[in-house]
């Protein structure tokens, strides 16, 4: 009856306050114990970082999982996804390489 747009939309703004709970927690739990300085405005930019990557992550699962119709064939192809965009997403470059 819908178009998949409109129902993943819906979605991810229907589930954003359990995200924007869930954020804050995983922010709690990590923020302080990495080592980071105990300023407002850091934290905030923090925080909206963890909860931008959890919005990415499950919009690439919703995308993924969307294209299937069988959850074990969906979940045989998300690493096959996920694996070149960690590669290529800057995640493996050496601090050298970046300056």
Not at 42 to 71: D, H, K, R
Not at 86 to 96: D, H, Q
Request: cysteine-free.
């Amino acid at each position: 009856m819908y178009d998949i747009w409109i129902y993943a939309t819906t979605k991810m703004i229907a589930e954003t306050p359990i995200m924007l709970f869930i954020s804050a927690l995983t922010n709690v739990m990590i923020y302080w114990s990495v080592g980071y300085n105990n300023d407002i405005t850091e934290w905030l930019e923090f925080y909206a970082f963890i909860f931008m990557v959890m919005q990415a992550g499950t919009a690439m699962g919703y995308a993924v999982s969307s294209g299937f119709t069988v959850q074990g064939t969906a979940t045989s192809i998300a690493p096959m996804v996920n694996i070149p965009l960690s590669i290529l997403g800057g995640y493996m470059i050496s601090l050298k390489g970046i300056f």
